[in-house]
């Protein structure tokens, strides 16, 4: 059974609660109390120590769920834990839920025999019951009659996600006025209040989406004003007609984003499922749950009917494919769905529609690019379960029925299930309106040599089939019914290409003067590395761990870390792989870390600060690290290290998990290699004195372009300040890099300005020994390098870190380079 110990300030409070569960819930359960401070326990406080003896007291084979009440006593749990044995520690939950609703529902739950992680999870409800009673779920909101309105067309590549949707409810609570947002050409759209962040979010607006603004009340024009002038300067334009054909100059291809080389042409072929009208209400909902299980089950089944199929040609692709089975069987998302369907009596259609697009927002929120292009899958997957729910064929199928000869295919994204679902025998080549070199679609894209760009106008969702397409994917020219002149041209350059990956020449690259400079890989994922050892990096020098974090209710064990770490260094052959530690907190909250709220969490507990507060997780993550470094080149890096005392703290933790492996006589890798992000102006300016306590600088100039030019990442308003080629930024480098070599460390540079061809002659000029970079950039930036002198780049960089502006750099490597 398990076990449940009560952490609270006060004695007296804990004492009552444990009657209270005692009442509630019959059957005696191993419960204890941890409460109040001094030697009778009276005053006002949380005890680790008492704590621990609590849990000694409650432990046995099932675990133990630890409810708190205030911030303290998190803290005091935490330690407690680092008081406990390894073999204890990885059955003990630390559960944010609230402490008297919390208890009694765990209570009941561990009564009734539930294991460990059920039983944290359904205290975590506990409120729900009392929400529904006080609050109860309003009606959907209507737009009044009478109300105005404008039209606009979403024209930025990641729609109305979470930062511009955040800031147009700040802007619409200054107005006296009723907002509702609806997408009117979306069957089935809901009406989204525009007060409510999670309503506008799960809105699930897209890129070329036409959206309607109403607003009704006395500031009704003022606010309509206001919101016009937002979304025309940072989401949108205003919609004044319906879509046209795109328009081209003649003899002008139109340039989109690269994804796959090659070069193709044929008819068009538009791929845009509808999404399906549902209804909100099930009148019978434990047939509704039936049905839902059911149409996963189709999913999954036409899922792994495409992993195989992709198997014999691209196993490593079918591995991403075969992922999506993943989300189908995520028990968070069956979770929520049995609630929304069985307790609140929703239909099957309506809550997944609902519930996936929450998951979907939450993935579009995300900074990482790589992460965030995710998002792509799940939308793929929330129309196979839509078609199986409502007994469609899926249209992927009936395209390739229909279809007499191949085609090229026009897709508002290329999703993965796109890509793997259509044979290769109807398949030329692929356009869609959004998608990124680092999306899974484009990895398999890539994989089957087929031609494939992005970034084109939505109105091609509406070229007919009389429409001829030609496009290039390697260097992302789209041709609308080209002449006969221009198909001459695009045989020529068919003939030409070459799709292969293999001649392209192996690194270690150089510059034509003969010096090296290092092309790492950032990656996220198993696949990524998977991809960055395809695209031939010679390293990964940035491998996020946070994917193996997110979407959980509890942290990964040691022993799945260490898997996947070995994973990925299979993955790369012996090249060496920096991992980063868990780089959460703030603006990337996971569930199992409790915080405090924060007014800016971009300047709070994020980073290494986080990890140096979570020593149980930073614990299980350094050790993971450590053994699986055993056989493979892993090497250490820590983010957000800001002061010397963070670095200082940092290495001795790590000391301290070798000393501990060395008793437990586990084989691991020491001394292990240990980097340091510089990504704080602070962390710049005192290189010199980080320098010597590791063996590599990498510069993140993400976050110390936002923290050196105060503007926040991904802010709408401030892209302008945004540019990582401001001479400040260029300075903090050149400072870092000179720093680093006078110590004998090498300094790399991963974020987006690595995997900008025009900032590569101003890093190979400041000296730059490496950079991380996104894999699909390995071929453009290796060919600049290969093409650049770095003696002239040396000469000329000095000039460019006297210059004033982000925009006067680059106009200086542009000149640069097309002097070389």
């Given at each position: 059974m398990v076990g449940l110990v009560i952490v609270s300030h006060s004695r007296?409070?804990?004492?009552?609660?444990?009657?209270?569960?005692?009442?509630?819930?019959?059957?005696?359960?191993?419960?204890?109390?941890?409460?109040?401070a001094g030697p009778d326990h009276a005053e006002i406080g949380t005890d680790a120590t008492q704590i621990v003896e609590a849990i000694q007291e409650v432990y046995g084979p099932d675990g133990v769920v630890v409810l708190m009440d205030l911030g303290s006593a998190i803290l005091s749990a935490e330690t407690a834990l680092d008081l406990l044995p390894d073999d204890w520690r990885k059955a003990i939950r630390l559960c944010p839920a609230p402490l008297v609703e919390g208890a009694l529902s765990a209570a009941v739950q561990i009564g009734s025999g539930q294991k460990l992680d059920a039983v944290c999870r359904e205290a975590c409800r506990a409120l729900d019951a009392k929400l529904v009673q006080i609050e109860p779920e309003p009606p959907p909101p209507s737009v009044p009659p009478g109300a105005l309105e404008s039209l606009f067309t979403v024209t930025k590549p990641h729609g109305l996600h979470a930062r511009p949707a955040a800031r147009l409810v700040q802007l619409i609570a200054g107005f006296r006025a009723e907002v509702y947002f609806r997408r009117p050409k979306s069957p089935g759209s809901r009406v989204a209040s525009g007060r409510s962040l999670t309503s506008l979010v799960t809105l699930g607006?897209?890129?070329?989406?036409?959206?309607?603004?109403?607003?009704?009340?006395?500031?009704?024009?003022?606010?309509l004003d206001a919101i016009r002038d937002f979304l025309r300067a940072e989401l949108a334009e205003e919609e004044l007609a319906e879509p046209s054909q795109p328009q081209f100059e003649a003899g002008r291809p139109f340039g989109a984003l690269p994804l796959s080389p090659g070069v193709a042409w044929g008819p068009a072929y538009v791929y845009d499922p509808s999404v399906p009208v549902v209804d909100e209400s099930a009148a019978d909902p434990d047939a509704e749950w039936t049905r839902f299980l059911k149409a996963v089950d189709v999913a999954k089944e036409a899922i792994r009917a495409r992993a195989k199929s992709l198997a014999a040609c691209a196993p490593a692709?079918?591995?991403?494919?075969?992922?999506?089975?993943?989300?189908?069987?995520?028990?968070?998302?069956?979770?929520?769905?049995?609630?929304?369907?069985?307790?609140?009596?929703?239909?099957?259609?309506?809550?997944?529609?609902?519930?996936?697009?929450?998951?979907?927002?939450?993935?579009?929120?995300?900074?990482?690019?790589?992460?965030?292009?995710?998002?792509?899958?799940?939308?793929?997957?929330?129309t196979q379960v839509h078609q199986a729910l409502t007994d469609k064929t899926d249209s992927r199928d009936d395209f390739a029925r229909a279809l007499s000869q191949p085609v090229i295919v026009i897709a508002r994204e290329s999703s993965p299930g796109l890509i793997a679902g259509l044979p290769r025998r109807v398949l030329l080549g692929v356009i869609s309106v959004e998608g990124q070199p680092t999306s899974h679609g484009a990895i398999i894209a890539r994989s089957l040599r087929i031609p494939a760009v992005s970034g084109v106008p939505a109105s091609f969702l509406s070229l007919g089939p009389e429409t001829v397409i030609g496009l290039d994917g390697a260097t992302g020219q789209v041709w609308l019914n080209p002449d006969a002149e221009e198909i001459r041209e695009l045989g020529r350059r068919k003939g030409e290409s070459t799709t292969s990956l293999e001649a392209r020449p192996p690194g270690p690259w150089r510059t034509r003067d003969g010096e090296r400079l290092e092309i790492a890989a950032n990656a996220g994922s198993v696949e990524g590395a998977r991809v960055a050892a395809l695209e031939q990096a010679e390293a990964i020098g940035l491998l996020r761990t946070e994917f193996m974090y997110l979407n959980r209710l509890e942290p990964p064990t040691e022993q799945e870390q260490i898997a996947t770490l070995e994973e990925i260094a299979a993955a790369m052959t012996g090249r060496p792989v920096f991992v980063r530690s868990l780089d959460v907190g703030g603006d990337k909250p996971v569930p199992f870390l409790p915080r405090l709220p924060e007014q800016n969490p971009y300047l709070g507990v994020r980073g290494i600060r986080l990890s140096l507060r979570s020593r149980t997780v930073f614990r299980h993550q350094i050790r993971a690290v450590l053994r699986a470094g055993a056989e493979n080149d892993l090497r250490l890096m820590l983010p957000m290290v800001?002061?010397?005392?963070?670095?200082?703290?940092?290495?001795?933790?790590?000391?301290?998990?070798?000393?501990?492996?060395?008793?437990?006589?586990?084989?691991?890798?020491?001394?292990?290699?240990?980097?340091?992000?510089?990504?704080?102006?602070s962390a710049a300016l005192i290189a010199a004195s980080l320098a010597p306590l590791v063996d590599f600088l990498s510069i993140g100039t993400n976050d110390l372009t936002q923290y050196t030019l105060a503007a926040?990442?991904?802010?709408?308003?401030?892209?302008?300040?945004?540019?990582?080629?401001?001479?400040?930024?260029?300075?903090?480098?050149?400072?870092?890099?000179?720093?680093g070599h006078q110590a004998g460390?090498?300094?790399?540079?991963?974020?987006?300005?690595?995997?900008?061809?025009?900032?590569?002659?101003?890093?190979?000029?400041?000296?730059?020994?490496?950079?991380?970079?996104?894999?699909?950039?390995?071929?453009?930036?290796?060919?600049?390098?290969?093409?650049?002198?770095?003696?002239?780049?040396?000469?000329?960089?000095?000039?460019?870190?006297?210059?004033?502006?982000?925009?006067?750099?680059?106009?200086?490597?542009?000149?640069f380079a097309s002097a070389v």
């Amino acid at each position: 059974m398990v076990g449940l110990v009560i952490v609270s300030h006060s004695r007296r409070l804990a004492e009552a609660l444990l009657g209270l569960t005692a009442q509630v819930c019959p059957t005696p359960i191993p419960v204890r109390v941890a409460a109040g401070a001094g030697p009778d326990h009276a005053e006002i406080g949380t005890d680790a120590t008492q704590i621990v003896e609590a849990i000694q007291e409650v432990y046995g084979p099932d675990g133990v769920v630890v409810l708190m009440d205030l911030g303290s006593a998190i803290l005091s749990a935490e330690t407690a834990l680092d008081l406990l044995p390894d073999d204890w520690r990885k059955a003990i939950r630390l559960c944010p839920a609230p402490l008297v609703e919390g208890a009694l529902s765990a209570a009941v739950q561990i009564g009734s025999g539930q294991k460990l992680d059920a039983v944290c999870r359904e205290a975590c409800r506990a409120l729900d019951a009392k929400l529904v009673q006080i609050e109860p779920e309003p009606p959907p909101p209507s737009v009044p009659p009478g109300a105005l309105e404008s039209l606009f067309t979403v024209t930025k590549p990641h729609g109305l996600h979470a930062r511009p949707a955040a800031r147009l409810v700040q802007l619409i609570a200054g107005f006296r006025a009723e907002v509702y947002f609806r997408r009117p050409k979306s069957p089935g759209s809901r009406v989204a209040s525009g007060r409510s962040l999670t309503s506008l979010v799960t809105l699930g607006a897209r890129q070329g989406d036409v959206i309607a603004v109403s607003t009704s009340g006395d500031d009704a024009r003022q606010a309509l004003d206001a919101i016009r002038d937002f979304l025309r300067a940072e989401l949108a334009e205003e919609e004044l007609a319906e879509p046209s054909q795109p328009q081209f100059e003649a003899g002008r291809p139109f340039g989109a984003l690269p994804l796959s080389p090659g070069v193709a042409w044929g008819p068009a072929y538009v791929y845009d499922p509808s999404v399906p009208v549902v209804d909100e209400s099930a009148a019978d909902p434990d047939a509704e749950w039936t049905r839902f299980l059911k149409a996963v089950d189709v999913a999954k089944e036409a899922i792994r009917a495409r992993a195989k199929s992709l198997a014999a040609c691209a196993p490593a692709e079918a591995e991403i494919v075969e992922t999506h089975l993943l989300t189908l069987e995520d028990p968070v998302i069956l979770s929520r769905m049995r609630d929304s369907i069985l307790a609140s009596r929703k239909a099957a259609g309506w809550a997944w529609g609902n519930v996936i697009d929450e998951v979907i927002a939450s993935y579009e929120s995300l900074e990482d690019p790589y992460l965030r292009q995710r998002a792509a899958d799940l939308r793929g997957i929330r129309t196979q379960v839509h078609q199986a729910l409502t007994d469609k064929t899926d249209s992927r199928d009936d395209f390739a029925r229909a279809l007499s000869q191949p085609v090229i295919v026009i897709a508002r994204e290329s999703s993965p299930g796109l890509i793997a679902g259509l044979p290769r025998r109807v398949l030329l080549g692929v356009i869609s309106v959004e998608g990124q070199p680092t999306s899974h679609g484009a990895i398999i894209a890539r994989s089957l040599r087929i031609p494939a760009v992005s970034g084109v106008p939505a109105s091609f969702l509406s070229l007919g089939p009389e429409t001829v397409i030609g496009l290039d994917g390697a260097t992302g020219q789209v041709w609308l019914n080209p002449d006969a002149e221009e198909i001459r041209e695009l045989g020529r350059r068919k003939g030409e290409s070459t799709t292969s990956l293999e001649a392209r020449p192996p690194g270690p690259w150089r510059t034509r003067d003969g010096e090296r400079l290092e092309i790492a890989a950032n990656a996220g994922s198993v696949e990524g590395a998977r991809v960055a050892a395809l695209e031939q990096a010679e390293a990964i020098g940035l491998l996020r761990t946070e994917f193996m974090y997110l979407n959980r209710l509890e942290p990964p064990t040691e022993q799945e870390q260490i898997a996947t770490l070995e994973e990925i260094a299979a993955a790369m052959t012996g090249r060496p792989v920096f991992v980063r530690s868990l780089d959460v907190g703030g603006d990337k909250p996971v569930p199992f870390l409790p915080r405090l709220p924060e007014q800016n969490p971009y300047l709070g507990v994020r980073g290494i600060r986080l990890s140096l507060r979570s020593r149980t997780v930073f614990r299980h993550q350094i050790r993971a690290v450590l053994r699986a470094g055993a056989e493979n080149d892993l090497r250490l890096m820590l983010p957000m290290v800001s002061a010397l005392e963070d670095l200082v703290r940092s290495r001795a933790f790590i000391e301290e998990c070798h000393r501990e492996l060395l008793e437990e006589n586990l084989a691991h890798r020491w001394p292990i290699p240990l980097a340091v992000m510089i990504e704080t102006p602070s962390a710049a300016l005192i290189a010199a004195s980080l320098a010597p306590l590791v063996d590599f600088l990498s510069i993140g100039t993400n976050d110390l372009t936002q923290y050196t030019l105060a503007a926040e990442r991904g802010h709408p308003q401030l892209s302008e300040y945004l540019d990582s080629l401001h001479p400040s930024v260029l300075q903090l480098i050149g400072k870092t890099v000179e720093a680093g070599h006078q110590a004998g460390k090498q300094v790399g540079v991963c974020g987006e300005i690595a995997s900008d061809p025009v900032a590569t002659p101003i890093l190979l000029g400041l000296q730059v020994d490496e950079i991380s970079i996104e894999p699909a950039a390995i071929g453009t930036i290796s060919r600049v390098v290969s093409g650049l002198s770095a003696e002239k780049a040396r000469d000329w960089a000095r000039g460019v870190l006297k210059l004033a502006t982000a925009k006067e750099v680059r106009e200086a490597s542009a000149a640069f380079a097309s002097a070389v």
